[in-house]
């Protein structure tokens, strides 16, 4: 289930990173973005651990090299490394 949930949450940040600004206001996308690097830095130890194992196994998923590195780049883009 975390991992289902992880993925959810990645495509959701993918498509407000590469939708373009006519779709999606980019104040918008900036808001969603740091509310979500501010639940993600509540995560302990562990918790940050396993999800940025997550991020490493699902980004191996994503034929665009650009959606691959951006998940990737997700832990260091949110300060939780």
């Given at each position: 289930?975390k991992?289902r ?20 206001d ?26 940025r194992k ?28």
């Amino acid at each position: 289930m975390k991992a289902r949930l992880t993925q959810c949450l990645v495509d959701q940040l993918i498509a407000l990173e590469f939708s373009d600004d006519t779709l999606i206001d980019s104040d918008f996308a900036i808001k969603i973005f740091e509310t979500t690097g501010a639940e993600l830095m509540q995560l302990n130890k562990n918790e940050l651990s396993e999800l940025r194992k997550l991020l490493n196994d699902l980004s191996k998923s994503y034929d665009n090299p650009d959606h691959r590195d951006f998940v990737i780049s997700l832990p260091k883009n949110f300060g939780l490394e």
